[in-house]
């Protein structure tokens, strides 16, 4: 397909291999934020034909990772009701909360929908009058605007029995708390290019500028990271520090302005706890006071949630970047992607299932 | 893709193959016969063409320095 084929070209690859191994005259360490990235990295062993001593760490997007148990735990409690057609994307379905996930409640007996896009929750609250229809909205700024549109959509068409249960999370202050972190290794960034093309890159320049970190927007394909890495480390290797895009087929610096009104409209930005990592300031986004009426956490007073993680599971080092999944006693062992202890073993775009997938460190275990 | 007028603005977007309705209401600009990057189910981007190649061509004048290395 066009545009696919042609980003996969082997030949390509190999030039771009060739010229990283002539540029890099140090052992770089350079973080892929996002998870889709880290599952062409790690399926087409990118990392593993980078020049000697070059690292790649992987980094915390994966939005199914980061959302908090308490969200798990209140989405459990609210698709448990009996009035409630529970909506959500499939790989949240597997994630362990802390008694059970949506798969075994929806065996159980509840109904749980999965859906491909928020408006399709829509569609099913329409359609279904007399029930109430949650969708769990989760995910960086990348699903943030389709989830502002179904708001919009309801509101608009005058759907009342539709209601969100939001935990958004956004990438800039979360590569800040990774640079602030005293352990830090990370040198430069591939900034995901989907959350840029909704974003733009306006908001990584004063963290490149003030951190000194090379920051790089770069495409999904291998031949985009492996020239995303190339221009990080051509930055790292003359002493530069800014914002790059590689992704510029895709994503202009001021990002889809459409897009981001919408998402203004709708949510405001709010402290959010991300799981395994911890609070960070401002690090959310949270529905709008104009639009509480949607709230499903309102809605269904769900309260004060009790949590409990598996106290086997490393996934807070995992998604900082600190350890790999081979570090982890249980990988491949107790957790696997269809026992998953924690959420980088359940989602597409965890670490850990990547690695599973991929098959590294299996035949040790 | 192809396009259909309602709210919020709606068409069909041909994945290799696989047909699938796209909410196009933050492409604007996209028009039948575009390229877009879909989300969700949303369009939040529309393909430079032009980009595209340029980005290809530069990749393509690299020389090809490992080709013996790896033994291909």
């Not at chain 1, 698709?79 to 798969?103: K, N, W």
């Not at chain 1, 960070?280 to 509480?292: C, K, Q």
């Not at chain 1, 965890?350 to 997938?357: S, V």
């Amino acid at each position: 397909m066009k545009h696919l084929d042609e980003y996969r070209d082997p030949a390509l690859a190999r030039r771009l291999l060739g010229e990283l191994r002539a540029t890099a005259t140090r052992p770089w360490t350079v973080m892929e934020v996002c998870g889709g990235q880290t599952h062409t990295i790690v399926r087409q062993g990118i990392d593993e034909l980078l020049p000697a001593g070059m690292r790649m760490i992987h980094g915390p997007g994966c939005p199914v990772c980061v959302t908090p148990l308490e969200i798990i735990d209140k989405a459990l409690a609210i698709a448990a009701r009996p009035e409630v057609i529970f909506t959500s994307y499939g790989d949240m379905l597997r994630v362990p909360g802390t008694s059970g996930d949506l798969v075994g409640l929806k065996a159980r007996g509840a109904d749980v929908r999965v859906v491909y896009s928020p408006l399709d929750a829509v569609r099913i609250a329409r359609e279904n009058p007399e029930r109430e229809v949650v969708f769990l909205a989760v995910g960086f700024e990348t699903t943030a605007p389709a989830n502002a549109m179904a708001v919009l959509d309801a509101a608009k068409t005058g759907v009342t029995n539709f209601s969100v249960l939001v935990s958004h999370v956004l990438v800039p202050p979360a590569i800040t708390t990774l640079l602030e972190a005293p352990d830090n290794q990370v040198r430069a960034f591939l900034a995901a290019g989907h959350v840029c093309a909704v974003m733009g890159w306006t908001e990584y320049e004063p963290i490149a500028d003030h951190y000194g970190v090379p920051i790089v927007v770069t495409g999904f394909e291998p031949l985009d990271l492996l020239e995303g890495i190339l221009m990080a480390v051509r930055q790292l290797e003359t002493g530069r520090a800014v914002v790059e895009n590689q992704y510029v087929r895709a994503v202009r610096r001021t990002g889809n302005t459409a897009a981001r009104d919408a998402v203004a409209q709708v949510f405001r930005v709010t402290d959010r706890k991300w799981r395994g990592i911890g609070e960070i300031p401002a690090s959310g986004l949270a529905l709008d006071p104009a639009f509480a009426g949607f709230d499903a956490d309102r809605r269904f007073a769900t309260g004060d949630i009790v949590t409990r993680e598996s106290p086997a599971c490393i996934a807070g080092e995992i998604l900082r970047g600190t350890r790999l999944p081979t570090d982890c006693q249980a990988y491949g062992t107790a957790c696997t992607p269809r026992t998953p202890l924690g959420a980088p073993m359940v989602s597409s775009e965890g670490t850990c299932a990547a690695f599973h997938n991929a098959g590294r460190g299996l035949e040790l275990r | 893709m192809s396009v259909e007028e309602d709210f919020p603005r709606g068409g069909i977007v041909d994945f290799d193959g696989l047909r699938r309705p796209v909410c196009l209401a933050y492409t604007p600009e996209a028009a039948v016969g575009d390229h877009v990057i879909v989300h969700v189910g949303f369009a939040i981007s529309v393909v430079d063409e032009e980009e595209a190649a340029r980005t290809l061509r530069v990749l393509r004048a690299m020389p090809d320095a490992i080709e013996t290395e790896l033994g291909s």
